[in-house]
Each structure stands twice: as C-alpha cells, then as structure tokens.
C-alpha cells in the first residue's frame, strides 16, 4: 500500500497550490478519502474529507470556500485545491484513506510566507 503525496512547496500569501495523492496497492475506489495537515507544535487536524464516489465533502471550518477536494478514481488520485492561502495554512500535509482500514501517506510541507 503506498499513497503519495506531491505538489507542495513555498508560496505567497493569497497564492494558490495543487496537492495531489497517489494511491496503489489497495481498492482505492471503496476507500474514503482525507486531507489532515499538522503545524509544528500542533495536533494534525483534517483539512478535507471526500467519500469514495466523490458525491460528498467536508471541509473543516479554516479553509471552507478556500479548499476543494476532488477524487478520480479512474487515477486513483485524490486532489487538494487550496486558495487564498494564509501562512497559518504553513503545515505538513497528509494524505488519509480510510474504509476496512487506514492508511497514511509520508506528508508534503506547505509553507505560506512572503
């Protein structure tokens, strides 16, 4: 089982960037999908949540209307559109596949600063 994240990086303070997340290994399309996000010295705290068709999102209450998350199943690939970003989105993000089990991807940093 790997899930994999990428698209992280250093942007500007009301910047935009793509996050993305590999799966393979397992049944991607019977998992619900999660963006969780943890700054230093803080809990990890789920930004997104998407279930497995993709007909239903939550969004935690510091990043509605600024986040989105997506699926494609036929990639099994889940996506995390994030605007407006604010340096208090400065976090390492995770990717999250839960269903029979869970499953956790390695992390990629975003960093929101000028």
């Known amino acids: 089982v790997q899930l994999v994240e990428s698209g992280g990086g250093l942007v500007q303070p009301g910047g935009s960037l793509r996050l993305s997340c590999a799966a393979s290994?397992?049944?991607?399309?019977?998992?619900?999908m999660s963006w969780y996000r943890q700054a230093p010295g803080k809990e990890r705290e789920l930004v997104a949540r998407?279930?497995?068709?993709?007909?239903?999102?939550n969004y935690a209450d510091s990043v509605k209307a600024r986040f989105t998350i997506s699926r494609d199943n036929a990639k099994s690939t889940v996506y995390l559109q994030m605007n407006s970003l604010r340096p208090e989105d400065t976090a390492v993000y995770y990717c999250?596949?839960?269903?029979?089990?869970?499953?956790w991807g390695q992390g990629t940093q975003v960093t929101v600063s000028s």
């Open positions: 999250n596949a839960f269903g029979n089990f869970t499953f």
């Open positions: 290994g397992f049944s991607f399309r019977r998992y619900g």
């Open positions: 998407i279930s497995t068709a993709g007909g239903s999102t």
